[in-house]
């Protein structure tokens, strides 16, 4: 009995020190996604705010989850150093949980890529029709246009179907604001050498084609090695309790 349990040992050791890394890099994903739901909410509002139909709560969820799995990651290598059967067990239950939560997250986002190009179609055409230069879909109009290098949906001429353009023409996406009269922008004969020629809708939409594969690929990635995290702590604890039954 005392041999087995000099056996166990360094197995428990090993386990122990491969899932303490495995929680610390858990952690630094956790930390990740909190960093990526904070920066999402300051500086891609304007874009959440089109590609969305309604108010959406996305770098809110990516916070939540951030949060939770930073928690979770500290409880983790805690349950490891206490070496607690009961809290690894726990520690599993939640890898698993968050594996199926990103399974079904990612699966759901590549199955429905068409579905949010669409809806990018409409709520940019819709943001565009009631563009008045004012509100915050306005003002997300613009700062695409402007850092996209882009204007209207398919095009520039998309703008002559909006009421803003009746009175004040084509909103800034000039190539060069020295060379941009306001009122070279009510004509769409002129404004066709002044304003940029691709339509933000195309630029948007063939980078969410090139990077789809990109981004599916290492949300799975990161889904899969929960796996491996779940084996580690169910191992962890069987070997513990085994162990503990060995001396009693």
């Known amino acids: 009995m005392a ?4 056996e166990t040992k360094p197995v ?3 386990l122990k020190t491969l899932l ?3 929680s610390f890099v858990f952690w630094i994903t956790g930390v990740i996604l909190l960093a990526v739901g904070v920066w999402g909410k300051l500086t891609l509002g304007t874009y959440i705010s089109l590609i969305a139909e309604n108010s959406t709560n996305a770098p809110y969820v990516l916070i939540g989850t951030g949060t939770t799995i ?3 990651g500290l409880f983790g290598c805690f349950a490891t150093c206490r070496g607690s059967p009961w809290m690894l067990k726990l520690y599993a239950m939640f890898l698993s949980l968050v594996f199926l939560a990103e399974l079904v997250a990612g699966i759901s986002g590549f199955v429905f890529r068409h579905e949010i190009k669409d809806t990018f179609l409409r709520t940019y055409t819709d943001a565009m029709q009631n563009y008045n230069g004012n509100d915050e879909r306005s003002h997300a109009v613009d700062h695409v246009q402007r850092s996209l290098s882009c204007c209207g949906v398919q095009n520039y001429t998309n703008w002559s179907t909006s009421p803003y353009f009746l009175e004040h023409g084509i909103p800034p996406c ?13 004509n769409l ?6 304003v940029n020629q691709k339509g933000c809708y195309d630029l948007v939409t063939s980078f969410m ?3 789809m594969g990109i981004i599916a690929g290492v949300a799975f990635g990161i889904a899969f090695s929960q796996l491996i995290g779940m084996l580690l702590a169910c191992c962890l604890s069987r070997f513990i309790t085994a162990n503990q039954y060995e001396m009693v």
Do not use: W
Request: with cysteine.
């Open 3 to 6: 041999s087995r349990r000099m």
């Open 12 to 14: 428990i050791t090993c």
């Open 20 to 22: 303490i890394i495995y």
């Open 70 to 72: 930073v928690v979770f």
């Open 174 to 186: 000039c190539m060069n604001e020295t060379d941009c009269n306001p009122q070279d922008l009510h």
């Open 189 to 194: 004969t002129v404004a066709a050498t002044k």
């Open 209 to 211: 084609e090139t990077n």
